[in-house]
């Protein structure tokens, strides 16, 4: 007897199928070979975070997205052209396992992706509207720390779906024999293995730090973690693009805020203590208070390498907040998140934050002036806090 669940998940699946008919039966098909991902969409629907599946939009497909989970109106998208070769073209379907595994793990954590980018929110207005320096190094390593986290769980999940259905494939193999299936799986997963030797007497080992249990799957341990951060969130270039463009955007609306003031806040990141040094330019706006060196980068600097979009499009998780789902789709791309910003800074929110801001320097000139002891000169008081910004269609 079907649970409530799972008539939900077959009801999305028959809609889903009524435009989009070979290509809803291969997923059919694929969830009911593919026990674990199957499990995962109850999972989700369970918790209230999955409503529907939609093919993959264009714009989506042009960003080179291969899933997005869009966490507004709780829908995941895959994509079409590997849906319908996906019964007879196994990298095409385990494209799909490893994608919409990764996707539908986002759909899971979707509280906690709002609250990342919740609080990355607030501490920047509240950073921008408080007392010179405005330094966002804190703002930015707990925001970029957190994203390797979850980027790196996540990525795990879609990995750990498709060794579970190699190794059910193949029941009988070794551990080595396993490896290197997994291995031929997708080239999604080789980043994960080293190989040894020349064909026909290559080996396959996971890289250090990654280890599979009895059941050959890659539990959360901190070394797993570390290991999938290091491959995949770092080895991608996630550090630079994620939080380069998000100081791209910092000093758009520190220009938006301060900018025709005679006398605006200095504006600083240590870029040695995030982790980017030499991977990102600044804006002109911003220095870099990493030790020894301020200022930009030079101009032989590496750039920073983008995002292996061609697995999945994790830019596209969304808070229900029109603003901020603005910038969190933006963050890959630096003229959107500039734009997404301006429309920030323009904000009620954003103008009442100003405006406190204001209120509260010059309450405190006019303490200053009121309170002999407290003429003399002094540390800067520290920036005040500012009331939470409410979030909405959550």
């Not at 599946?53 to 709780?74: C, F, H, M, T």
């Not at 396992?97 to 509280?111: C, K, L, Q, V, Y």
């Not at 200095?266 to 995030?274: A, M, N, R």
């Not at 800074?345 to 002036?369: N, V, Y």
């Amino acid at each position: 007897m079907p649970t409530e669940n799972e008539k939900k998940l077959d009801a999305m699946l028959t809609d889903f199928e009524k435009s989009n008919a070979t290509e809803g039966k291969n997923l059919r098909a694929l969830l009911d070979n593919t026990p674990e991902l199957k499990q995962r969409l109850i999972d989700a629907i369970d918790k209230g975070n999955l409503e529907k599946i939609e093919p993959l939009s264009a714009q989506n497909k042009r960003d080179g997205a291969v899933g997005v989970y869009r966490a507004d109106d709780k829908t995941m998208e895959l994509p079409l052209d590997y849906l319908k070769i996906a019964d007879k073209d196994a990298a095409a379907a385990n494209m799909i396992r490893i994608t919409a595994g990764h996707e539908i793990e986002h759909a899971i954590n979707r509280d906690g992706i709002k609250n990342t980018f919740d609080k990355l929110e607030k501490d920047i207005l509240t950073i921008a509207n408080g007392p010179s320096p405005h330094d966002y190094t804190q703002t930015l390593k707990t925001f970029n720390t957190e994203s390797r986290d979850r980027e790196a769980r996540d990525e795990m999940a879609g990995f750990n779906i498709l060794a579970a259905h190699v190794k059910r494939e193949n029941p009988s193999a070794t551990q080595e024999d396993l490896y290197r299936k997994l291995y031929d799986a997708s080239p999604d997963v080789q980043s994960y293995f080293d190989v040894k030797g020349k064909a026909p007497t290559q080996t396959y080992e996971p890289k250090a730090g990654i280890t599979f249990n009895d059941k050959f799957q890659v539990e959360a341990t901190k070394d797993n973690v570390e290991a999938f951060g290091k491959h995949f969130y770092d080895g991608r270039g996630y550090p630079a693009s994620y939080v380069g463009n998000v100081i791209d955007a910092i000093g758009n609306i520190e220009n938006q805020l301060h900018g025709k003031e005679a006398k605006p806040p200095e504006v600083k990141v240590d870029l040695k203590e995030i982790g980017i040094q030499g991977q990102v330019t600044l804006p002109g706006n911003v220095i870099d208070a990493s030790p020894p060196r301020l200022g930009a980068p030079a101009p032989d600097a590496p750039a920073p390498q983008a995002p292996a979009e061609h697995t999945h499009g994790h830019g596209h998780t969304h808070t229900g907040d029109k603003q901020l789902d603005e910038m969190l789709n933006a963050l890959k791309d630096p003229d959107r998140l500039r734009e997404a910003m301006r429309n920030l800074a323009d904000s009620p929110s954003g103008q009442q934050f100003r405006q406190e801001g204001q209120m509260q320097h010059q309450q405190g000139e006019s303490q200053k002036a009121q309170d002999p002891a407290r003429a003399q000169p002094a540390q800067e008081a520290p920036a005040q806090e500012t009331p939470a910004r409410k979030m909405s269609g959550m």
